[in-house]
């Protein structure tokens, strides 16, 4: 089946640094790709949405400057934490849709960002 | 707008017990409706998913019916097993499945031996 394969898995920074959490399809290409967050016991947010090549469209609150999506390519997506703030610190999914699979929605393994 | 409410965990039951999990839905048109598992430290699965009215979705023992006449999408499994213990999303997603999904804030299922 289609597999999403999302790296590193934790991450542990200071602040003031900045964070890349890649995304990839490994046997699909992925048309849109989706990032979220995940508050402790809270659903997932939805972050923003990148389609290959073109710029990420963000959520409302979501500052566009501070979480930077790159989708370069069609197996490949990019979330970069910037500044990294404690705050910062939570669980980050992304998930990929591709035409070839009937638009459905494969989630990666999420990424822990600990932010010290 | 869509929205999906779950009730309230944690469920906390006891290795072979039978399990209910609600799920209601508020959306225009006829959305897709699914169950997401995370198991601890991972990312989401797709558990099972119905796409019409009456439809049965079921997987590992887990079943939900899309229930139109009461906007429900209760999840059920006959004797639950301590590796079902994990948190459970409700969501719902419109245009057959292709819409970004809505989620619900997820009922965490604990299961002792």
């Known amino acids: 089946g289609a597999v999403v394969s999302q790296h590193p898995s934790r991450v542990i920074c200071k602040s003031g640094t900045s964070v890349k959490i890649e995304c990839r399809s490994l046997?699909?290409?992925?048309?849109?790709m989706f990032w979220y967050r995940q508050f402790p016991k809270q659903s997932l947010m939805l972050m923003a949405t990148?389609?290959?090549?073109?710029?990420?469209?963000?959520e409302q609150g979501v500052e566009k400057d501070k979480f930077l999506i790159n989708h370069a390519s069609l197996t490949l997506s990019t979330l970069t934490v910037t500044s990294a703030h404690p705050e910062d610190s939570s669980f980050y999914i992304c998930s990929a849709r591709s035409i070839e699979r009937n638009y459905g929605y494969t989630f990666g393994s999420g990424t822990r960002l600990t932010v010290v | 707008g869509n929205s999906v409410t779950q009730m309230e965990g944690p469920v906390t039951l006891s290795e072979e017990a039978f399990l209910t999990i609600n799920c209601t839905y508020t959306?225009?048109?006829?959305?897709?409706l699914f169950w997401y598992v995370q198991y601890p430290g991972e990312g989401l699965q797709l558990l099972l998913k119905?796409?019409?009215?009456?439809d049965k979705g079921s997987n590992k023992g887990f079943e939900a019916t899309y229930r139109k006449e009461t906007t429900s999408f209760h999840l059920e499994k006959g004797s639950v097993q301590v590796s079902d213990s994990a948190v459970y999303f409700c969501a719902l997603s419109q245009s057959g499945g292709s819409y970004i999904p809505t989620f619900g804030r997820g009922t965490s299922l604990i299961v002792h031996p």
């Open positions: 990148s389609n290959e090549g073109s710029k990420a469209t963000y």
């Open positions: 119905a796409t019409k009215a009456d």
């Open positions: 959306a225009t048109g006829y959305p897709s």
């Open positions: 046997d699909f290409q992925a048309t849109t």
